[in-house]
């Protein structure tokens, strides 16, 4: 089925003999595949997918060089590009972007332009500029207004000026106000719209930037026969006319037309209401309709750019103005106005033929040149460009090209041609500081020893800027040696992200690897049932490692990359057949060793009937089976320990896994934050870890603290908060030196940096974060009631005891045989945290004595046959799988 008829297109030049179509096409399963054939033989044996997954219906654009589509996965969305029918890369937005939608602006001079509404925004996008190949993009404004059209379309008040490269105009709203913008370097740097010094009349008009400027409404027609708010025009460069106001905001009721002749620095009022303006003779002519329900039957002409305008009838009997059409081609002095003389009539179409107003032809003496100037500074878009264009009042017609450039020479690079890079925000006017989630020391993931990469500088020059020399030698990225190293980060995924698979189907492996020198690493697949595949000087494989299982069970999934620097192993626990949405796994940060830890998982949505738990812990291969979701595990070793757990409801398999730190003993203390950082918190467990770290790093920096013996866990939920954990060395022989003691230090000059308020850290330009330590206040009991005024002061003095007495214990702790320094953590605001789980001696446990254990696979004879190239390594008992998938 082609869900739409305007996907299939072709682009001359990149789909060879312009034939190729691209479509979408929904199969019987409910999924949508992108496919492409030739328009000659597109039959279904002849159609291709280049994008092996499953997208999002109705998500494919293809526009110019740039093939987009849409891929969701665990309620989160990923978008791909393809550009120049190059393979499918995932687009990538700054980390903690979210996106809950996205539109493709414009994919003009080789960039993409792309609207993003982000997980805290309900009607502003965020506009973002991407590289060449459209993977990396970057903010360049926040919060651009958004409206929905008659047809219930997105609208983004975004405007880009035709003729003239670089020039946007956008309409920000800046507290709950809309404000117009204008960029001339592709949205680098923004400002306010100076109003005219002067209004129609002639009196001075009073506007002071930033409190007063000038707004204009951005939305384009949807009704091509009319000219819209706003309008410009490739043939007449410079020139924009549009609706709008002067003032503190954007007005929809006090309108009046406004013209700028210089793409934007100045700008006049020709009209105090509402105009429809076309461009007339390739832009050397404006002819104006007053916008109005009424009929009408006048119209205006300007041959001076809006100065003065000469009123003409065109229709003997007034006319309901439906619309108008100016004829593109050699004639473009004719019009057509259609509209109906009352409400009952029938279409009337009125040609209007302009040539008797044009006296003669142009000569080279009618025309004139101006300069492109961005408030006074000629180089835009590293370009000095001057243009030619009639003289104002020249009566004369100007027929094809009579506008352009005359001379475009480059400029030397300065700040304002390169914009930041990836990964990077703007701190100041100029300066790109890393974000606080980028790492800008690691190299590309296809970085191999004896190859180069180019390393950023932080900077990167905005596309189809023509600068030279100047900065660009010191922003450029500068090639570097690829750096040997060893495997890390590896991960086996399958294709559709499930952990469940159909027996007797395709199951289909990726491998993925975050570092690593992958043309000199070895890669070994051991599916869990005997068999496991080889390769030697990995590459990625688009399509995945394809296998099938023969008989159900539960298969530990195996991948080992190994090269001369190291090696890493990714272990994913496949259930072949025997359906949940999400399981949250509530594990302490921190336990005890040797003292029982109640862990649960937390499944939604909660179901009616029985689930199946799957426990795993550490490097078990065995997992512990339950039918309760809470467990009671000790760990007898210290240090940091895995638990994995999986929960299966019929056909549907998830899994969640959790680090846990292991010690004799700790202390903890609860952080919270300034009220700022909640506007910013996506709630999600990636941004809270990145958070915990920046706070971990901050500490370490005032107070020297060793690194390895702080760990800070972020909570979910709102307000922010968190909890410091203070940990003993990891080193055996400086842990017997030290004691309890040492640690009690620590806690003082953690506490100390705390209270002075040392520990903060910028979370984005602008946004400054301080952390502080929560503070547990005694809050005095008030009762206007004389009968219960006793109550209540006995109610007081025991809150009042009970404070001194835990002050006294805390103060005298080390004194008390039968205290601890820390005893089992609970959090009750904590969601991601255990809490109280009463945990039932005779809850059923049913343990795999079926799975091999490590050390009998190393007593089993390997049967090792090559098929081309790729070593298949036969081994019948590796894992024993569970006979019969039953339902519980």
């Known amino acids: 089925e082609l869900l739409s008829p305007s996907f299939p297109r072709s682009v001359a030049g990149l789909d060879k003999e312009a034939d190729l179509v691209h479509m979408e096409v929904r199969t019987t399963d409910g999924y949508a595949h992108y496919l492409t054939c030739r328009i000659q033989e597109c039959a279904e044996t002849t159609r291709s997918g280049p994008f092996a997954r499953s997208i999002d219906i109705s998500s494919l654009v293809v526009q110019d060089e740039y093939i987009f589509i849409q891929v969701t996965t665990g309620g989160r969305a990923s978008y791909y590009v393809s550009y120049r029918r190059e393979a499918f890369a995932q687009i990538k937005l700054p980390k903690y972007s979210l996106p809950k939608d996205m539109h493709i602006i414009s994919t003009d001079e080789n960039q993409v332009f792309a609207a993003v509404q982000e997980w805290n925004q309900n009607d502003t996008y965020n506009l973002y500029i991407s590289d060449t190949r459209g993977i990396y993009f970057t903010l360049a404004m926040e919060n651009i207004k958004s409206s929905r059209g008659l047809m219930g379309n997105i609208i983004i008040e975004l405007y880009e000026v035709a003729g003239i490269k670089g020039i946007f105009l956008a309409n920000k709203k800046v507290d709950e106000q809309v404000k117009t913008y204008i960029t001339y370097n592709k949205g680098r740097d923004w400002r306010l719209l100076q109003a005219p010094d002067v209004d129609l009349r002639g009196s001075p008009v009073h506007c002071l930037l930033p409190f007063c400027s000038l707004h204009l409404h951005l939305q384009t027609p949807e009704n091509p026969y009319s000219s819209g708010r706003i309008s410009s025009k490739a043939t007449a460069p410079g020139l924009v006319v549009a609706t709008g106001n002067i003032g503190p905001e954007l007005s929809y009721t006090d309108i009046s037309v406004f013209i700028s002749s210089d793409g934007g620095n100045t700008w006049r009022q020709i009209f105090d209401e509402e105009y429809n303006v076309w461009f007339l003779d390739w832009g050397g002519a404006l002819v104006a309709m007053k916008h109005t329900p009424l009929p009408v039957r006048h119209l205006w002409v300007s041959f001076d750019e809006g100065h003065s305008w000469d009123k003409y009838g065109f229709t003997p009997v007034p006319l309901f103005v439906d619309g108008a059409l100016v004829e593109a081609g050699v004639e473009t002095q004719i019009m057509t106005v259609f509209g109906h003389f009352s409400l009952r009539s029938e279409w009337q179409l009125v040609k209007v033929d302009y040539k008797s107003i044009f006296s003669r032809r142009c000569t080279k003496e009618d025309y004139q040149t101006w300069h492109l100037l961005n408030q006074g500074e000629p180089c835009v878009m590293g370009e000095r460009k001057i243009f030619k264009k009639r003289k104002p009042g020249a009566q004369c017609a100007l027929g094809r090209d009579s506008s352009g450039t005359v001379v475009s020479e480059p400029c030397v690079c300065a700040d304002w041609d390169f914009e930041c890079d990836y990964g990077y925000e703007r701190h100041g006017e100029s300066q790109c500081v890393p974000a606080f989630w980028y790492n800008p020391a690691s190299p590309s993931k296809d970085c191999s020893l004896g190859q180069s990469y180019l390393n950023s500088t932080g900077y990167r020059r905005i596309v189809s800027n023509n600068c030279t020399d100047g900065l660009r030698e010191k922003y450029t990225a500068k090639a570097q040696v690829c750096p040997g190293k060893a495997p890390r980060g590896l991960h086996v995924v399958t294709t559709d992200g499930r952990l469940v698979a159909e027996q007797g189907h395709n199951a289909t492996f990726i491998i993925l690897m975050e570092e690593g020198d992958l043309q000199r690493t070895n890669i070994q697949l051991d599916f869990g049932d005997g068999i496991a595949v080889s390769y030697a000087n990995f590459s990625p494989i688009e399509d995945g490692i394809k296998h099938v299982y023969k008989s159900a069970g539960i298969f530990q999934v195996t991948a080992y990359a190994e090269n001369n620097l190291g090696s890493d192993t990714a272990v994913l626990f496949l259930h072949v057949v025997c359906p949940v949405e999400h399981v949250h796994l509530r594990v302490p940060f921190v336990a005890i060793r040797n003292k029982e830890v109640n862990i649960s998982a937390v499944v939604w949505p909660s179901q009616l009937g029985t689930l199946t738990y ?263 008992e590796s894992t024993k799988e569970i006979p019969n998938c039953t339902s519980v």
């Not at 990145?690 to 107070?703: C, E, F, Q, S, Y």
């Not at 006995?794 to 601890?820: E, T």
């Not at 050390?855 to 046959?865: F, Q």
Request: aromatic share 8%; proline share 5%; hydrophobic share 45%.
């Open 614 to 876: 799957f426990w795993w812990f550490g490097n078990s291969t065995k997992p512990l089976i339950t039918l309760d979701s809470s467990i009671s595990f000790t760990f007898l070793a210290e240090g940091t320990n895995t638990i994995t757990v999986q929960v299966a409801a019929g056909n549907a398999l998830i899994q969640d896994t959790k680090d846990i730190a292991v010690h004799e003993y700790f202390q903890s203390q609860l952080l919270s934050f300034s009220p700022n950082l909640d506007y910013h918190n996506p709630d999600i467990p990636e941004w809270r870890q990145d958070i915990g770290n920046v706070i971990k790093r901050a500490l370490v920096k005032v107070t020297s603290v060793p690194e390895d013996q702080i760990l800070v866990a972020v909570f979910p939920g709102l307000p922010t908060s968190a909890e410091l954990f203070i940990l003993p060395p990891k080193n055996l022989t400086e842990r017997r030196k030290g004691n309890e003691e040492d640690l009690e230090q620590i806690v003082e000059m953690l506490f100390n940096a705390l209270n002075q308020n040392l520990v903060q850290f910028e979370l984005k330009p602008g946004v400054q974060v301080i952390v502080y330590v929560t503070q547990l206040t005694l809050a005095p009991l008030v009762d206007s009631s004389a009968g219960r005024s006793s109550s209540a002061m006995l109610m007081l003095l025991s809150v009042v005891f009970v404070g001194l007495a835990v002050f006294l214990i805390y103060k005298f702790k080390r004194k008390i045989p039968w205290i601890n320094i820390y005893a089992q953590v609970q959090h009750d605001k904590e969601q991601e945290m255990i809490g109280s789980v009463s945990q039932s001696e005779n809850a059923p446990k049913i343990t795999l004595s079926e799975f091999t254990e490590p050390e009998e696979l190393l007593d089993k004879e390997l049967d090792t046959r090559v098929i081309g190239g790729i070593a298949t390594i036969a081994n019948s």
